[in-house]
């Protein structure tokens, strides 16, 4: 995404090497046309697994086991690609680099969010009451600021992401997941879905999915900070 391929060599915030910019997440396309029939899919499967699933079902990354690995353009920069998801070098269409070392001011990378501190990571579609989390992650950022607050698109427009961004006042990064992969990866079973890291990148707690009170997300994203750390 943002740096060299060479194993072992880590780009800097600032690109790749020698100041070159950056280059795309993946250099080879994954779906390419079959993007936007997979985020219609995508929406589907979502209402349905809302529709079907438990209160008390496991869904989402579960508690104790390590978030996923990935690097996504932010929404608010020009860096294009789908989303490094790989966990080791050459890894064929998950990544050429390990989505850890995935570095720059262009990126959203959950492994250096989670070496800050504890997470709080919604994965959303820019659609509908759905992107509402984010307002209401925001208020609660000055609150928490030992708390990494972040969102993933999953699909979507970067100009449509860039207006939601001005448009609800965000501080915190957004990035887009252009191919929807992280949709599988997070187990995604609702939207949004709020996955809580602790610092150190192991899942802190159960995901909170679609529809919960803004008192409830405080209430989780506090005990992520007492118990992580990031009050």
């Excluded at 996955?195 to 990148?201: L, N, T, V």
């Amino acid at each position: 995404m943002a740096g060299p391929d060479r194993e072992g060599e880590r780009p800097d915030a600032g690109g790749g090497a020698h100041g070159a910019p950056s280059r795309p997440v993946l250099q080879l396309p994954r779906y390419g046309r079959y993007v936007g029939l997979l985020a219609i899919v995508i929406l589907i499967l979502i209402t349905i697994n809302t529709l079907v699933t438990k209160p008390n079902g496991a869904t989402g990354v579960a508690p104790g086991t390590k978030a996923p690995p990935f690097a996504v353009p932010l929404a608010t920069g020009n860096l294009s690609g789908e989303a490094d998801v790989a966990t080791h070098a050459h890894q064929g269409a998950a990544g050429n680099v390990p989505a850890c070392r995935e570095r720059g001011s262009e990126i959203l990378n959950i492994c250096q969010l989670y070496e800050e501190g504890p997470v709080a990571l919604a994965l959303f579609v820019d659609r509908g009451s759905c992107a509402d989390v984010l307002s209401e992650m925001q208020a609660l950022k000055a609150e928490f600021p030992g708390v990494r607050f972040a969102a993933v698109s999953i699909e979507g427009s970067t100009g449509d992401l860039r207006k939601t961004i001005r448009k609800r006042g965000l501080t915190f990064p957004v990035g887009i997941d252009r191919d929807g992969v992280l949709a599988a990866l997070y187990k995604l079973a609702s939207c949004p879905q709020v996955s809580f890291i602790a610092r150190g990148g192991v899942v802190h707690s159960r995901a909170l999915l679609g529809s919960f009170s803004s008192a409830t997300l405080r209430g989780r994203v506090a005990g992520l900070a007492s118990q992580s750390g990031g009050g």
